[in-house]
């Protein structure tokens, strides 16, 4: 059950990089280059500070298991530490989002939409 929670969030804060979350491509794609600048800027704004919101609520969930000193029972680890990389995956998330902002002010007459991928049609 813990690989389970482990991959998904790693996978989100790779997904985030690699500009591989699920966005509206074919509106996206359609527009014009503008347009799409001020998309990729509103969708990765609003997506930063969700994944910095849950990053919070998470942090204080396992903080509240840290503090109940619950075990997982098959381990015989702490709860805590097979769910400590949840947070950490919202984290990094964010910070993959806000990294996508500077990149698009950064550079003028293109348009990324993560720090790795610049948009192109295919």
């Known amino acids: 059950m813990l690989i389970v ?17 699920i966005r509206m491509a074919a509106i996206f794609d359609l527009s014009t280059s503008k347009i799409q600048k001020f998309m990729i800027y509103v969708i990765s704004a609003i997506s930063a500070i969700f994944m910095f919101y849950m990053t919070y609520l998470s942090y204080n969930y396992v903080y509240t298991t840290f ?19 949840v947070p950490l995956g919202f984290f990094l998330a964010g910070i993959h989002y806000v990294m996508t902002i500077v990149k698009n ?18």
Request: net charge positive; no cysteine; proline share 6%.
């Open 5 to 21: 929670i482990w991959i998904t969030f790693i996978g989100l804060s790779y997904a985030a990089r690699k500009g591989r979350h």
């Open 67 to 85: 503090r109940w000193q619950q075990m997982l029972p098959a381990l015989g680890i702490p709860y805590w530490i097979g769910v400590f990389i």
């Open 105 to 122: 002010i950064r550079i003028k007459n293109e348009v990324w939409v993560s720090p790795e991928q610049k948009s192109e049609y295919e």
